[in-house]
C-alpha cells in the first residue's frame, strides 16, 4: 500500500504562484510514474501533470509553459510549480502515484487551489 499526502494548496490572485507538493509513504519502491490531477466544480478529474521515475514528464496543453513537475526520489516526493495562475486553474489537486507493472493507481485527498480574478 501507498500513501500520498498533499499539501501547498491555497488561494491566489490570477498571474500569482503555488506550489504544491505531495509526500508519498508506504510501499514507495512500487511507485513509478507520480503526477497531478485536478477536477473543478461540475467537471471530471483530468490530467495536469506526470513525471516518470526518470525523470520522463507529461503536460496538459492547458498547462505547459506555466507549470513545472518535478520529483525527488529521495525524499518520495513529487512537486507541481504553478505560475501564471488562471481562474481556470481554479480546482481541487488530487496526486497521483501509478505502480510498476500493472500500474496501479494510488490517490492522495486532495488539496484546493483556488485563482481569483
Known amino acids: 500500500q501507498v500513501q500520498l499526502a498533499e499539501s501547498g494548496g491555497g488561494l491566489v490572485q490570477a498571474g500569482g504562484s503555488l506550489r504544491l507538493s505531495c509526500v508519498a509513504s508506504?510501499?514507495?519502491?512500487?511507485?513509478?510514474?507520480m503526477g497531478w490531477y485536478r477536477q473543478a466544480p461540475g467537471k471530471q478529474r483530468e490530467l495536469v501533470a506526470m513525471i516518470s521515475y526518470s525523470g520522463v514528464t507529461n503536460y496538459a496543453d492547458s498547462v505547459k509553459g506555466r507549470f513545472t513537475i518535478s520529483r525527488d526520489n529521495a525524499k518520495n516526493t513529487v512537486y507541481l510549480l504553478m505560475n501564471s495562475l488562471k481562474p481556470e486553474d481554479t480546482a481541487d489537486y488530487y496526486c497521483n502515484g501509478r505502480t510498476w507493472g500493472y500500474g496501479m493507481d494510488y490517490w492522495g485527498k486532495g488539496t484546493l487551489v483556488t485563482v481569483s480574478s
Open positions: 508506504g510501499s514507495t519502491f512500487s511507485l513509478n510514474a
